[in-house]
């Protein structure tokens, strides 16, 4: 019986530790990430019949483990022991990976022991009805997820994914590149290519907020790829040669308007400089795009301060479809745009396994770069990683920790 092994040193395959090292948030540390993510000593857990335990050589970095750690909106802790009656007091998070399947429940027949995988973090259980019917499980009562909404995620040496969620590393990557892209790859797929009749068609105009950042990075290269054209959001200059390299066709500074925010009410004298201020930004769009022109998909996740301009310029019989509320809940907004014009505002989260094998074969093709961030982090930094995104530091792109892998450049062509 192996009790624990060092980052990097690999038990026999096939041999599972009973402990391992894994970066998690414990409530009493609920607050600014670099204060709750710690790393700890943790049992390695055991595994379901339809459940895959990974030995982890790099994780990505999501915004979703910046909400665990402050506590809010939800106490994911709390949370997991209401609802699926977990006992742990403790939050091992991380929702990508890349890294070899060590041990499998008697029911997989996907994966096997030795094999190399990325993994999505779309999570259901197979016995729910919604599931069981065919129907899309990212629409299921069940779903949660991975390593956000369950525990023993990436962050851990050895994490605890159901086997549908692995997919065949692309050989093209190394452990690191592999590792980093996945949620925001296949979110940013669901938002752009899921939601029929609004998908991302030739020559379609998509707004992308956020667009240096990990989601809004996949959706230009994802819109470039099915043949549209990208508009790129972002508040620094700086980061607009990383989107023309992306596939933008042109990039607009946020910080060139000022009629963020909520949307003043419709009769308040305010409302005319806020129509005055999302006219500007449409004039923005006319001049990368030409005069007239206007987005068939703004693709949506800052929410509160942007939502109420987004539903300004999308184009008739457009769609918002948007993931997020990083800059807020609450949702304003001047009808008379929406039912006139016949607009769409879709919801989306995260993707079905389909959506990210289909993103994931655009990556093997080369055809949609996982943008690494240009630093890469190792394990004792996770919790500056998160610390970084929290305050809108983080590099451009998506970020990417060594776990198990011991050196940068490795993992290419396996
Ligand atoms: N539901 C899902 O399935 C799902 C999946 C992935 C991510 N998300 C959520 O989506 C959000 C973005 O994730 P991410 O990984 O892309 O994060 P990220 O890499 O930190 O990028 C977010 C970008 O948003 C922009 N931004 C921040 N505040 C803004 C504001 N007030 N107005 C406009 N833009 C703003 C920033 O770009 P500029 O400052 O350059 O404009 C930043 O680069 C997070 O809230 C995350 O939790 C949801």
């Known amino acids: 019986m192996v009790d624990i092994v060092d980052l990097g040193q690999r038990p026999p395959v096939g041999v599972v530790p009973e402990k391992m090292h894994a970066f998690a948030v414990r409530q009493n540390r609920f607050g600014q990430p670099r204060d709750a993510w710690k790393r ?100 299921a009562d069940s779903t949660r997820i991975w390593g956000y909404q369950t525990n023993y995620g990436s962050y851990c040496q050895f994490a605890r994914a159901q086997a549908h969620q692995c997919i065949p590393k692309p050989k093209n990557l190394t452990w690191e590149a592999a590792g980093c892209y996945l949620l925001c790859a296949s979110t940013a797929y669901r938002m752009l290519m899921g939601w029929a009749p609004n998908i991302v068609e030739k020559d379609d105009l998509v707004l992308v907020w956020g667009a240096a950042g990990g989601l809004g990075s996949m959706a230009l290269q994802i819109t470039r790829e099915m043949g549209g054209k990208p508009i790129a959001v972002v508040s620094e200059d700086s980061r607009k040669q990383f989107c023309m390299d992306k596939g933008a066709i042109g990039v607009i500074n946020r910080k060139n308007f000022n009629h963020w925010g909520a949307m003043p009410n419709t009769s308040a004298p305010e409302y005319n400089d806020w129509v005055k201020g999302a006219r500007a930004f449409g004039k923005a769009i006319w001049d990368i795009a030409g005069k007239g022109a206007a987005p ?119």
């Open 296 to 414: 068939r998909i703004v693709f949506e996740h800052p929410g509160e301060t942007t939502l109420p301009t987004s539903m300004f310029v999308a184009s008739t019989g457009g769609m918002i479809v948007i993931c997020a509320g990083t800059s807020g809940y609450t949702i304003t907004g001047d009808l008379r745009y929406h039912w006139m014009r016949q607009k769409r505002l879709q919801g989306s989260h995260l993707s079905n396994d389909e959506q990210a094998a289909a993103v994931t074969k655009l990556v093997a093709a080369g055809k949609v770069d996982p943008c690494l961030a240009d630093r890469l982090f190792k394990f004792d930094e996770i919790a500056e990683a998160h610390q970084l995104m929290h305050d809108n530091k983080a590099p451009a792109g998506n970020m990417g920790v060594l776990v198990n892998a011991t050196k940068a450049g490795e993992g290419v062509g396996i």
């Open 40 to 139: 700890e000593v943790l049992p390695v857990p055991s595994i379901k019949d339809d459940e895959v335990l990974i030995y982890v050589m790099a994780t990505g970095i999501n915004f979703n483990n910046v909400w665990a750690a402050l506590g809010t909106p939800v106490d994911v802790i709390a949370e997991r022991q209401k609802s699926l009656g977990e006992k742990e007091d403790f939050h091992a998070g991380g929702s990508d990976c890349s890294g070899i399947v060590w041990a499998i429940g008697k029911d997989v027949k996907n994966v096997k022991i030795g094999d190399p995988v990325v993994v999505h973090s779309g999570w259901w259980d197979k016995d729910d009805p919604w599931v069981k019917s065919g129907k899309d499980p990212m629409l």
